[in-house]
């Protein structure tokens, strides 16, 4: 698995969007770095208000696509579907979300976000991405259905609100839905109304192979081993036994208890006392990011 990713990010620092007809356009479409770097970094240029996109050979446009390795879903519906406690709660974002922002325009009053799905390949054809983008799209009720062309970015959040998921969605998995997907639409609609009559697909097993399991496991002691339990504060400390949990379950207590060294009993008993987890908002990516010398 990578631990980068490719991603162009903007050289302008913007604290909102530019308006429609503004001379700056032409600028800024030719100022996107192709770059290739790990979520977190990814996080932080957003959280700073980079623009990103594709990658494309100069101006950024459909016929200069090169590649991408980023779906980004856009919710603007300005209401709890747009929210992060709902988002964060959406099968898709829990499973494969790699961030969840807000947008420029988002208020408290009228939410706005976006979540990012980081790809394990990279796509090159734009039309191959166009499909993967509209699937995926398609699955969250309220998405902005017109951001799936390979030549779209997205703004970033000066002063917004990021949260680093750390997911990964697998190219596999994709095209496995995808083609369920393409099964189940209605194909005697005309084109313009399949987009928003597309089924979501439900994931047919949510419980993880047991590899991968293990996998997740690994990655999730190597990842707590680098954070020192008495460095952070309670909160995040709880938080980070709450995202375990609701996360991987059982299989993980084991390795959450040796790395909390709490008093004898003390985190089997906040474990237990967490039910589901699902009282608190943190979930595995604040362990990456944390591991990753985040703060």
């Known amino acids: ?13 913007l604290a909102g969007k530019i308006p429609p007809g503004d001379p700056r356009w032409g600028e800024f479409n030719d100022l996107f770095d192709n770059l290739a770097m790990p979520i977190a970094d990814i996080a932080k240029h957003i959280g700073q208000g980079y623009a990103y996109a594709g990658w494309h050979s100069g101006r ?27 988002l964060l709660r959406h099968e898709w974002v829990r499973m494969f979300g790699g961030i969840l922002h807000t947008s420029p325009s988002h208020t408290e009053a009228k939410p706005r976000a976006r979540v990012i799905f980081f790809l394990d390949q990279i796509i090159e054809d734009a039309t191959a991405y166009q499909s993967a983008a509209k699937f995926l799209i398609s699955q969250f009720d309220g998405a902005d259905t017109a951001v799936s062309d390979a030549s779209r970015f997205f703004y970033g959040c000066k002063g917004g609100t990021v949260e680093v998921l750390g997911g990964l969605l697998p190219v596999g998995v994709l095209r496995r839905y995808y083609r369920l997907w393409m099964k189940t639409s209605p194909a005697t609609k005309p084109a313009a109304q399949h987009d928003n009559a597309a089924p979501v697909i439900k994931m047919a097993d949510r419980q993880r192979p047991e590899a991968q399991a293990n996998d997740e496991l690994q990655k999730l002691a190597e990842a707590l081993g680098k954070v020192d339990a008495w460095s952070i504060d309670y909160n995040k400390w709880i938080g980070i036994i709450a995202a375990c949990k609701r996360e991987l379950g059982e299989s993980a207590f084991a390795i959450v208890e040796r790395w909390a060294q709490g008093k ?11 039910k589901d987890g699902r009282q608190n908002a943190a979930h595995l990516g604040t362990v990456y990011y944390l591991a990753s010398g985040g703060r």
């Open 60 to 86: 950024r446009s459909l016929d200069n696509f090169i590649c991408a390795q980023h779906i980004a879903v856009d919710m603007d519906t300005e209401d709890e579907r747009s929210s992060f406690p709902v």
């Open 264 to 274: 004898p009993g003390e985190v089997r008993r906040e474990w237990d006392r967490l």
């Open 1 to 13: 698995m990578s631990d980068s990713y490719r991603i162009a990010i903007h050289r302008w620092q």
